[in-house]
């Protein structure tokens, strides 16, 4: 009797564990086959940026527009609840400090204004900072936070890093805009 409720409890699992397989094989291929809109966008290569609606959280709204070509956009892809990106604050603290002339830095998030503002108040960019909306955001490729990305003065990528400033990325960063960084806060 033991033995045939063994067997047949071994069977059971075995047919789940077949099951279970099968299910995620199928869900494996769909996802594969999943239409492009549903992975990330990346910024065209060779190609102009598209124009970026700035909401100010204290500074006026504005377009971010490329046809006029200027100077370099150093975009700041942020979230206050973000560990790294608390990280990267005297990093982009000096990133501002050392734009005059050479390149626009632009903070930007997509948190509710309200949480944009205060913490804009707390921290002190130094730089105006801005909200985008989810769609903007998926159409530069931004998901996780922190992102920098370095745009020409006519919307050509010329550099991107994700996450925080490690002393790799901080040598990239610093050898792109000829700038000086701090390094992380808690150094």
């Excluded at 077949?18 to 199928?26: E, K, P, R, T, Y």
């Excluded at 206050?80 to 005059?100: D, E, I, K």
Aim: proline share 7%.
């Amino acid at each position: 009797m033991e033995d045939s409720r063994l067997a047949s409890t071994t069977a059971l699992l075995r047919s789940l564990l077949v099951l279970s397989v099968a299910i995620n094989v199928g869900l494996a291929v769909r996802l594969n086959r999943a239409p492009l809109s549903s992975q990330r966008r990346a910024l065209p290569t060779g190609g102009t940026a598209p124009s970026l609606l700035l909401r100010g959280v204290s500074s006026p709204d504005e377009v971010l527009d490329f046809r006029s070509g200027a100077m370099p956009i150093l975009l700041y892809w942020f979230a206050p609840h973000c560990g790294w990106c608390q990280q990267n604050l005297p990093n982009l603290r000096a990133l501002a400090a050392q734009s005059a002339g050479h390149y626009r830095l632009v903070p930007v998030s997509s948190v509710p204004v309200t949480d944009l503002v205060e913490y804009a108040q707390k921290n002190d960019f130094g730089v105006p900072v801005y909200r985008i909306s989810q769609a903007a955001a998926r159409d530069y490729g931004l998901e996780g936070t922190p992102d920098t990305i370095l745009l020409s003065p006519r919307g050509a990528l010329v550099g991107r890093w994700a996450g925080a400033y490690s002393p790799r990325l901080l040598t990239e960063i610093e050898g792109a805009l000829k700038v000086n960084l701090p390094g992380w806060a808690n150094k």
